[in-house]
């Protein structure tokens, strides 16, 4: 049983549990979102909103023009095979306006596309709302149950100020569930809804495609909704490349840190612990993140992550001051939750 704060870090392979894609198959996505080129003298697009964006977005400023960008766009389309992921290809051109805004454009395209094909996702107009029968055996469902196991309507700030989450996905997957699974469950008005998920603490250190309508925030937009051209240029400010994330948010950056170092339980969910990530949860190299405790449960996920080299993340965890370390390598996000769920619990006997 958990009986502090916990704060939970995740990654890529949780909203792939959710239908979302992992890197390799969002690169072949945004590829081909970002391809041009001429058929007999046509120029060709394999997607209309895309064109039309760089189109406005060229006619808007001065210091790049309609053919720049489709050459930069083009670039990301024939490097994708070689990258590792769009992110670490767009923080290898860090500087280059055009990749930048074109590599953006594809990924808020993209992570639209899925969030409007994931399992959670309903149309709010056409649905009653959203079926949770189907949703029962994503790692969310599990996630809420322990959020609201012997939990009273009265009791819950209490219960989810324990709760820091560190999302390095762009998609807004986790909010839209608990925003709607709050609703039925509780039977809360939207607004109490809101004010209930206000007392988790939320970060996502690279930018989200936009902020949820019910978020009454600037450049918001339905969850899996089409974006109008404007409405895709302006999400596309909202991410930020690898070295943007630490540069541009150093006191966000400081309180996902000072979270975790507060926490009495870590836990790692579909995130795949790569260096850059890794950095940006820790302090100065060489300085342990948790000090001066004499022990921090880290549990996660490391989802047929080979053994050499779940040997090397467990060695970066103890740098970064973890002291009890549990990474299972054969676990997905939903069955840790149930093959842990006395030890995640919030129940008391």
Not at 293 to 316: V, W
Request: with cysteine; glycine share 6%; proline share 2%.
């Amino acid at each position: 049983m958990v009986k502090g704060r916990t704060v939970l870090v995740i990654g890529a392979g949780a909203s792939y549990e959710l239908g979302f894609s992992l890197g390799t198959k969002l690169k072949e996505d945004i590829a081909n979102l970002l391809s041009f080129g001429y058929h007999n003298r046509d120029f060709i697009y394999k997607d209309e909103l895309i064109y039309e964006t760089i189109r406005v977005y060229s006619s808007n400023n001065c210091k790049t023009s309609f053919e720049d960008l489709i050459n930069a766009s083009n670039d990301i389309h024939r490097a994708m095979p070689l990258a590792i992921s769009i992110d670490h290809f767009l923080d290898a051109h860090k500087g280059n306006s055009e990749i930048e805004f074109c590599g953006k454009i594809g990924i808020a395209r993209a992570i639209l596309d899925q969030e409007k094909s994931s399992k959670i996702y309903f149309d709010r107009l056409n649905d009653i709302g959203p079926d949770f029968n189907f949703k029962k055996d994503i790692w969310l469902t599990s996630f809420f149950q322990i959020l609201t196991e012997n939990c009273k309507r009265s009791d819950l700030p209490e219960r989810f100020s324990k709760f820091t989450l560190i999302i390095f996905n762009y998609d807004r997957s986790v909010e839209h569930f608990l925003y709607h699974a709050l609703q039925y469950y509780y039977k809360l008005s939207p607004f109490d809804a809101r004010e209930i998920l206000s007392y988790i603490e939320i970060y996502h250190p690279y930018g989200t495609v936009g902020t949820l309508p019910w978020m009454e925030q600037d450049n918001s937009i339905e969850f899996g909704k089409e974006p109008t051209a404007y409405q895709l240029m302006k999400l596309a400010e909202e991410l930020n490349t690898f070295t943007e994330g630490v540069t541009s948010q150093k006191n966000r950056i400081s309180k996902i840190r000072a979270s975790i170092s507060n926490s009495d339980l870590a836990l790692f969910l579909g995130f795949a612990y790569h260096p850059m990530n890794l950095r940006l949860l820790r302090k100065e190299k060489g300085t342990a993140l948790i000090a001066n405790r004499n022990e921090m449960k880290c549990i996660g996920t490391a989802y047929k992550i080979s053994f050499s080299d779940l040997d090397i993340i467990n060695s970066e965890l103890v740098e970064m001051g973890f002291k009890a370390i549990e990474i299972e390598n054969t676990l997905t996000c939903s069955d840790l939750f149930k093959n842990r769920w006395r030890t995640l619990s919030l129940a008391k006997i």
